[in-house]
């Protein structure tokens, strides 16, 4: 059981492993019977244990490292070996360029025979060199290696291919950078005044060091011109290689902007696996400044403002009607004495009032729409039904008020009656008064 189960992981990597280079929607049939077959890191007795080939070199060197290609199926099998730069996918796999690609970097470092025989469930092993060229720069140098079948049915060509990695390391000053370009971000507001948006911000992380590098990142918002803001984490969890970018897609909530908006990123990256000491680390910053106009916002001010000059406007309507009342009320009784005075009466209004025997009690009659008394004891004076009874002290002036026309307004029939206490306890005396005729 343990030396059967090496055999079925490989078989599993073998089938996980193959990559199809046929048209895009294209089906290519199985070959009969089925080829089974996988690809390890060995030494001279066959597969070693190790996953990937992973070596820190210096300019010039050669090393020589095996491989063990084992063919699980039933029948011998010849395979052609390759080797090609190596990168990583959008979601963070290692693969090498096809055989349509040229390589440019490790991939031509690695030299290794063309093909191999494998016979019917046996396992070959070959060697191949690392060659380090001399003016190699220092950092990483990945690259892969590969055993591939091809087959072809009809007009459909497919190669499927089984390898590992071969990670390559130039002595050197080690650089961990990283950039960032296109970065970019929308506002997603809400129509709802009172509730906040989203920022929604994108951008491409690129691998600026010679090294592998992961990294921590934050990505914050400046709102309400620096007064408030949010932010959110940004780190860069799968490791990029060097000259490799991966994008990013980052939304902050919560967001309440007016105007501008501020959006920066910043990145820290660190050496994968720790790195060596004395490693350069250059972090990355970058700012995009964003201009939102607050249409919610301007809307609910707006209709504030609207509700205000309407309040205003009904008031001032309100009183400049009773403005307009009152003076219709005063011309209407200017005109009722103008009325009588054509009418050809002989006095507009003639009044006498009798006063104690101390003093003599003088009425001034002013124009037929009103008096003025100075009497040195008089207490009360009635006035017709239309007419409300004033008090005043003595010393003091007397006047009335038209109750249906208001102060200005004269009253035809007016009748004044002036009383007084009687010292000698007789009862009191009324004046005289004269009615218009």
């Known amino acids: 059981m343990i030396r059967t189960l090496p055999r079925l992981l490989a078989v599993l990597a073998a089938v996980l492993v193959t990559v199809p280079i046929a048209p895009a929607g294209a089906r290519a049939e199985p070959t009969s019977p089925t080829l089974t077959w996988a690809v390890q890191p060995a030494n001279q007795q066959g597969p070693d244990g190790r996953r990937w080939v992973e070596h820190t070199l210096d300019p010039g060197q050669v090393v020589t490292e095996r491989l063990a290609v084992r063919n699980f199926s039933d029948r011998p099998a010849v395979f052609s070996l390759k080797a090609a730069d190596g990168y990583l996918t959008d979601k963070g796999r290692f693969n090498m360029l096809p055989s349509s690609r040229k390589s440019v970097d490790g991939g031509t470092w690695v030299k290794i025979q063309e093909k191999v025989s494998v016979a019917a469930k046996g396992t070959t092993v070959v060697p191949f060199t690392i060659t380090v060229p001399r003016d190699a720069t220092p950092g990483d140098h990945p690259a892969g290696i590969a055993a591939t079948v091809n ?84 780190d860069v969890a799968q490791q990029i290689l060097p000259g490799g ?51 919610p916002q301007l809307a609910l001010v707006a209709i504030l403002v609207a509700l205000v000059f309407a309040a205003r406007t009904i008031i001032r309507r309100r009183k400049r009607r009773l403005t307009d009342l009152l003076a219709q009320a005063r011309e209407e009784g200017r005109a009722e004495a103008r009325e009588s005075a054509n009418a050809g009466t002989p006095k507009r209004l003639r009044s006498t009032v009798a006063a104690s025997p101390s003093g003599a009690s003088q009425s001034v009659h002013n124009g037929g729409c009103g008096f003025i008394t100075r009497p040195p004891r008089v207490h009360r004076v009635s006035a017709s039904p239309s007419i409300v009874a004033a008090d005043s002290l003595p010393g003091r002036d007397l006047s009335y008020r038209d109750v249906r026309g208001g102060p200005d307004r004269c009253s035809r029939g007016l009748t004044l009656r002036a009383t007084q206490p009687n010292p000698r306890g007789r009862p009191p005396w009324p004046a005289r008064s004269r009615r218009q005729a």
Do not use: C
Not at 215 to 229: C, I, N, P, Q, S
Not at 245 to 265: E, H, P, Q
């Open 245 to 295: 970018n991966r994008k990013f897609d980052i939304s902050i909530g919560g967001v309440r902007t007016l105007g501008r908006l501020r959006t920066t990123v910043d990145l820290t990256p660190a050496v994968v696996d720790g790195g060596p000491t004395g490693a350069e680390i250059r972090p990355a910053s970058a700012t995009v400044t964003l201009w939102t106009v607050p249409w």
């Open 151 to 234: 087959s072809a049915s009809g007009t459909v060509a497919v190669e499927s291919r089984v390898g590992f990695r071969v990670m390559m390391r130039v002595s050197g000053t080690v650089t961990a950078a990283l950039a960032v370009k296109d970065l970019a971000a929308t506002y997603h507001g809400s129509w709802n005044p009172f509730a906040a948006g989203t920022v929604r911000v994108t951008y491409t992380t690129t691998n600026a060091g010679n090294v592998a590098v992961t990294g921590t990142g934050r990505v914050a918002t400046g709102e309400l011109f620096g007064l408030t803001g949010h932010d959110a984490q940004a």
